[in-house]
């Protein structure tokens, strides 16, 4: 068992690497991917019920983050994201993104999970171009899940300044306000909450 998913069986609500959110009843779990390579973000963010119709949970679970992406201030240049853009519900749950104030993606289905259930499944954006306000640029993802369900979201994104003279297209560089905390940290986290809760069993 990972350490996220350790947590998330610790606690009935959870907040780690900006994400926050709840199982119940019954065990469920989420999965979160982040990262940045040659400038492209890639995130991909899951949640799942654990167990098959009447064992498994329900859940919600919330990411809150932050896109650092600066241009260089010129007067009339416009910001440029080249982005594909996923949401996706298997049986009962909601999928919804937001990139930004206004650039989103969503997807919802209330099937009841077996073996002839097939997932729904909205792609928003194919990676073309679409205009966005450099500088902190924040981004909201949410899942919500039945039993036996299970909902996510992708995301790619690479980002561009326009000239607004010459019309020259440059990539720009791109980072997360805060940075993924490693997987040392987070089964330290683990850890230390194992031992607040076992004192407390003793105390009692």
Do not use: W
């Not at 982005?83 to 206004?102: H, I, M, R």
């Not at 924040?138 to 039993?147: C, K, M, S, Y």
């Not at 996510?152 to 561009?160: R, V």
């Amino acid at each position: 068992m990972n350490c996220r998913a350790f947590l998330l069986f610790l606690l009935p609500a959870v907040a780690t690497a900006g994400v926050m959110g709840s199982c119940g009843p019954g065990p469920c779990n989420y999965y979160l991917s982040e990262t940045i390579v040659s400038d492209v973000v890639t995130i991909e963010f899951d949640g799942l019920s654990l167990g098959g119709p009447g064992q498994g949970g329900s859940g919600t679970f919330t990411l809150n983050d932050t896109l650092l992406a600066y241009g260089s201030g010129t007067p009339g240049s416009v910001g440029l994201v080249a982005l594909t853009f996923t949401a996706g519900v298997f049986g009962t749950g909601t999928a919804t993104g937001l990139l930004g104030p206004t650039i989103g993606c969503g997807a919802t289905d209330s099937q009841i999970p077996g073996p002839d259930t097939h997932p729904t499944i909205n792609s928003c954006y194919h990676g073309g171009y679409v205009p966005i306000t450099l500088g902190q640029i924040p981004l909201n993802l949410q899942v919500q899940f039945g039993a036996a369900s299970s909902a996510g979201l992708q995301l790619q994104a690479s980002f561009f300044e326009v000239d607004p003279q010459s019309g020259e297209t440059t990539p720009l560089s791109v980072q997360f306000l805060v940075p993924e905390p490693d997987s040392f940290s987070l089964c330290a986290l683990g850890l230390i909450a194992v031992g607040i809760l076992r004192r407390a069993a003793k105390q009692a």
